[in-house]
């Protein structure tokens, strides 16, 4: 099976750097916990493109556990492809940034179709946190599992969190594997 992965808030906390970039604290606020993306002074498309866009990026945290659950399925023979709405720029920035967090190697597919991307590159499922890009990915017949945030609660698809995912994923993947037969 080929699993899409998502970067930005799927397993890098980059709301929580934006937060402790823009504003001084690394807790996001309320309000902003709510929208999937945030009116900021500064925080345009092209933030990310900059240097300074470019070390946030950089100095995120993973998810705990959302690398080990990665590669608790490249030793079952999975592959992993990262499916990122990131500017095309910041591809190094993002390998180096899986390399030292310990996530498996995979393809980096720079895209804002998610869905088309999805079915380029054969996957079979796909982990996501933006409603918006789980619209497509669901619209192209690919299954989604969110990660919960604030602003995906009433998105209709099955969510968790990394700490659970070890549990839930493989109990998901042989039902998914029946479908693809069917
Ligand atoms: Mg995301």
Redesign the pocket.
Known sequence: MIIGV?????I?Q?NEALALHFLGTSKVPDDLQKQRQWNLPGLNPDFFRSPEGMNLLSQAKPYEKASEVLNSFIYKGHKIVYI??RPQETELVSRRWLRQHNFPLGDIVHSHQKGESCLEKGVTFMI???PF?AEQVKRAGIPVFL?RQRYNVDFPAPKMDWKIAGFILPKAIPMMKRNERS
């Open positions: 998502d970067i930005c808030n799927t890098a980059v990122t709405a996501e946190d933006d890009y990660v």
